[in-house]
């Protein structure tokens, strides 16, 4: 449906360019200018990558680089946890993502020290299980509380078995 991709001129011509066909040509010039980036935008495009929608076929590495920009230009933390399950989760990524756990525990790290909630579980999860980091009670029973103090249903459950 080409009523959802944004109509907007080149950066670096003045022609006519559709987002998000286009945009990966044109992302370096819109994020190395005055630019603000927009947080929606980038996680569409990676959801347009991961799904095939309006490029010529699917592609994992742009739609990880796509949340990758989301969290370091945007502040994203949920496109931190959206890349951390996509790596522990094969059915995340349409099973385009080998499962990572390192990268997966880096990525849920980074989105519950941001305040994610569900990162905040997860992250307790990795520290229980040592997966993707060496295993912790104390750091497992540390995030669950963290967790279960932001309201998180499954980690006061955690926290009243440690």
Not at 67 to 92: D, F, K, R, V
Not at 144 to 157: L, P, R, S
Request: overall charge negative.
């Amino acid at each position: 449906d080409p009523s959802q991709f944004h109509h907007a001129t080149s950066i670096e011509k003045d022609e006519p360019a559709v987002f998000p066909r286009d945009f990966h040509k044109h992302k370096l010039q819109l994020l190395t200018r005055d630019y603000s980036p927009d947080e929606a935008s980038l996680v569409q495009l990676s959801h347009c990558h991961l799904h095939g929608i309006g490029v010529p076929s699917p592609n994992a590495s742009l739609a990880i680089h796509y949340l990758e920009a989301a969290y370091h230009l945007a502040q994203s933390i949920q496109s931190a946890h959206s890349l951390a399950l996509m790596y522990e989760y094969p059915q995340h990524s349409n099973h385009l993502v080998p499962t990572e756990i390192y990268a997966a525990f880096e990525w849920f790290k980074a989105a519950a020290e941001g305040g994610h909630v569900p990162s905040m579980a997860e992250l307790a999860l990795c520290y229980e299980l040592g997966c993707g980091v060496v295993q912790s009670d104390e750091a497992s029973l540390d995030w669950y509380m963290k967790a279960a103090q932001a309201g998180h249903g499954g980690a006061h459950f955690s926290v009243g078995e440690a």
